[in-house]
């Protein structure tokens, strides 16, 4: 049976002139009739449409029309339906952030690849981090840290040398982002289930910002992350070419 598709593209010149290219070929259909969306752009896009699709469970076969492309498959207008046929589903969960303003707001958000705390001020960040309730870190001294998935381990996390986790690891990746002290903690790997609580220290001398894949709170003095497990995202990868594949790849280049 032939997939409804769904086809969808970011503002990318690329993106733009392939979507009524693909839609011509293999028709296109609205969301609500739709068995697969198809995304056109890059890696900042496919984010975007995991995010606007949480909750429908519908699978996203990703084609690079963008810059990097690593949740993306090569692009061509030929053959797509073999491709959709054959390719790998690959289920991950987001981060879920709460954080907490200085002003008393909460901020709930979710995120695919990493929630980063980050320095807002000339100062550096003064952290506290608690894991299941137990103080792990009394005073991390740091530009930032942040909380990777292994869906996003190779993005943000890895430019802060942290660690390219296997995508079906049951774990997450706790970086710290140019640490001053301790000078040399590198971070942490925690349980997926682990409850991780980041306490700002001095937050009216050293503010800090909270990020969730580009949603960010401003001056926050508490942030709560932990794994989604409630919400599922569906991502599909040609045969032979799926995430655990490109992830273990990644470490040998």
Known sequence: MTPKIHFTASEAEMAQQALPVLSALYGTVDLDRADVVVALGGDGFMLQTLHSLTGRGLPVYGMNRGTVGFLMNGFAEEGLLERLDAAEETVINPLRMRAFGADGSVHEALAINEVSMLREGPQAAKLRIHV??????????????????????????????????????????????????????????????????????????????????????????????????????????????????????????
């Open 132 to 253: 299941d309730g137990r103080m792990r870190m009394e005073e991390l001294v740091c530009d930032g840290a942040l909380i990777a998935t292994p869906a996003g381990s190779t993005a943000y996390n890895y430019s802060a040398h942290g660690p390219i986790l296997p995508i079906n690891s049951e774990v997450l990746a706790l970086t710290a982002i140019a640490p001053f002290r301790p000078r040399r903690w590198r971070g942490a790997l925690l349980p997926k289930t682990a409850q991780v609580e980041v306490e700002v220290l001095t937050p009216e001398r050293r503010p800090v910002m909270a990020d969730a894949d580009s949603r960010f709170v401003r001056n926050v003095v508490r942030v709560q992350i932990s794994s989604a497990q409630d919400v599922r995202h569906r991502l599909l990868f040609d045969s032979g070419h799926g995430l655990e594949e490109r992830l273990l790849r990644e470490q040998f280049v």
